[in-house]
């Protein structure tokens, strides 16, 4: 694996103004074309400057802790490893750095500074279950059956951290004032480990969080992300002999076909925007015997929270009616859902600018080959690395969520995306791993922990851009007040 190190440009960074439709109010319009006016960008200061340089400096650092965090592979709630590496590097970095925080071993949360702005970094690091992946053009598995890094986080923990570091060195030599922090953010793809922390009240005294994500793309967002609520239903009946008197049972099995039944012919009368996807947990052990116990794990998406909470009633619904026809009965458990991402206008503007102000990432010959062959091994078109900054105008909804939304709710929350891997490769599969791996991965690493940073020096170096993000944040959150979908206790640890 090859490491790379940008070069820093002292340059001055361009104001961007661009109009950002996202079906908001007027009044919610109104605030963000008034950002326009505050969150212009000036000449890099000493600090920025800096910030950038610190990234360069780290960048053999950062990129081998990623390579370790690939290598370890550690899904939900098992990132014992690369929790640790992080942690410690902060630790080792003067970070004060508290572990085992909001119930979770692998959650931490690494400070420096004191006094206002406080400035948070997000990152995460846990690999996807059965994604083993060599650094190869074609699907290949390092081990069958073992996890892997298909949706990048490897990189996202380690270019945040690198930012935070960056940030850290400026206030420790004076050039800024005020408390970064990293938070080190477990379980993204299972129980979302940032609702947990969300609940506990750990970003209540922030005034900005600055987060980005691997991608096959760049771009500054401005579309949001979908709500989603995890449930599990459950149908307890009574067990019988399903030959000698099966007229003494009440199938739970067939309380999960007539649930899933009514799951699908509701299809068609939900928005289009809407998604329901389940899987059948438990469906019973042996055919002689009438199953006392069912179970279907179900996902509910859509980009509107409230349309979400709306299909949750109407779930029930279905679970009660199901129940009553097989005289069974019925659970539904909410086992953790996310909100959508509460974008912020203002700070978009500012990452778009840092971001067309680093640009471009220049790719090697070789490069573009490996990406050009991952991309004929997935059958997309072979166009290799995307060079382009996306415009922030007419974005196209993300279907995924993310507990990023829940912090977003919360806090003003900057997001973008950095390419890591080939343009139009399916994600969550082997060829983000494969990516992952390499000095693709690299390049957006660097250049994603020195937007991170550069963005932060810019929020506490102008008042105004940050009060213009709190503007923001302020007009599109309303009076919606945060209540995390993950249930009452504490996070459901795995078995040791």
């Known amino acids: 694996m090859m490491n790379f190190v940008f070069p820093a440009r002292a340059v001055s960074i361009p104001h961007v103004v661009a109009s950002v439709l996202i079906g908001i109010s007027a009044a919610t319009l109104a605030a963000d074309q008034a950002a326009d006016t505050v969150t212009a960008v000036g000449p890099a200061s000493a600090a920025k400057l800096a910030s950038v340089e610190s990234v360069d400096r780290h960048a053999a650092e950062l990129n081998g802790m990623a390579d370790q965090i690939w290598g370890f592979a550690e899904i939900a709630l098992r990132e014992h490893r690369s929790s640790k590496l992080l942690a410690d590097y902060a630790q080792k970095q003067g970070f004060r750095v508290e572990r085992n925080v909001a119930g979770m071993p692998t959650a931490f949360i690494a400070s420096y500074g004191s006094g206002r702005p406080i400035i948070a970094v997000l990152g995460e690091y846990d690999a996807l279950?059965?994604?083993?992946?060599?650094?190869?053009?074609?699907?290949?598995?390092?081990?069958?059956?073992?996890?892997?890094?298909?949706?990048?986080?490897?990189?996202?923990?380690?270019?945040?951290?690198?930012?935070?570091?960056?940030?850290?060195?400026?206030i420790a030599a004076g050039r800024i004032s005020g408390t970064v922090r990293y938070y080190g953010t477990p379980a993204e793809e299972d129980i979302g480990g940032k609702s947990y922390m969300a609940r506990e009240g750990l970003f209540d005294d922030l005034d900005a969080v600055l987060t980005w994500h691997p991608d096959y793309q760049t771009r500054a967002d401005t579309a949001s992300t979908t709500a989603m609520v995890d449930l599990a239903i459950e149908f307890h009946g009574k067990a019988a002999h399903a030959?000698?008197?099966?007229?003494?049972?009440?199938?739970?099995?067939?309380?999960?076909?007539?649930?899933?039944?009514?799951?699908?012919?509701?299809?068609?009368?939900?928005?289009?925007?809407?998604?329901?996807?389940?899987?059948?947990?438990?469906?019973?052990?042996?055919?002689?015997?009438?199953?006392?116990?069912?179970?279907?794990?179900?996902?509910?998406?859509?980009?509107?929270?409230?349309?979400v909470d709306a299909l949750l009633a109407r779930v029930r619904k279905l679970a009660e009616g199901a129940a009553a026809m097989t005289e069974t009965s019925s659970t539904v458990t909410v086992q953790t859902g996310s909100w959508e991402v509460l974008n912020n206008a203002a700070g978009a503007r500012l990452l778009d600018a840092n971001l067309h102000w680093l640009w471009p990432i220049e790719y090697t010959a070789e490069e573009q080959t490996f990406a050009r062959a991952i991309q004929r091994s997935a059958g997309v078109p072979e166009v290799g690395m995307?060079?382009?900054?996306?415009?922030?105008?007419?974005?196209?909804?993300?279907?995924?969520?993310t507990d990023v939304g829940d912090v977003s709710w919360i806090v003003p929350t900057l997001t973008f995306t950095v390419a890591t891997a080939p343009k139009d490769v399916p994600w969550h599969a082997w060829p983000v791993v494969a990516s992952s791996g390499t000095s693709i991965g690299h390049k957006g690493l660097v250049v994603a922990?020195?937007?991170?940073?550069?963005?932060?020096?810019?929020?506490?170096?102008?008042?105004?851009?940050?009060?213009?993000?709190?503007?923001?944040?302020?007009?599109?959150?309303?009076?919606?007040?945060?209540?995390?979908?993950?249930?009452?206790?504490?996070?459901?640890?795995?078995?040791?």
């Open 243 to 307: 030959a000698r008197d099966p007229w003494n049972a009440r199938s739970a099995v067939d309380a999960v076909e007539l649930f899933t039944h009514g799951v699908n012919l509701m299809r068609e009368h939900i928005e289009p925007s809407s998604r329901m996807h389940y899987t059948i947990v438990d469906g019973g052990d042996v055919p002689n015997v009438v199953p006392e116990y069912g179970k279907v794990w179900l996902w509910l998406r859509d980009p509107r929270r409230a349309e």
């Open 386 to 401: 995307d060079p382009d900054i996306q415009r922030l105008e007419g974005q196209e909804p993300e279907s995924g969520s």
């Open 129 to 170: 279950p059965g994604l083993s992946q060599k650094v190869a053009s074609e699907a290949s598995p390092l081990v069958d059956g073992a996890p892997g890094h298909g949706c990048g986080h490897n990189l996202f923990g380690a270019a945040s951290m690198g930012a935070a570091l960056a940030i850290k060195e400026q």
């Open 449 to 496: 922990a020195k937007t991170l940073a550069a963005t932060a020096i810019d929020l506490y170096e102008q008042p105004a851009a940050l009060q213009a993000v709190r503007d923001n944040f302020e007009a599109r959150k309303g009076d919606v007040v945060y209540r995390a979908y993950v249930p009452a206790g504490p996070p459901p640890l795995p078995e040791s």
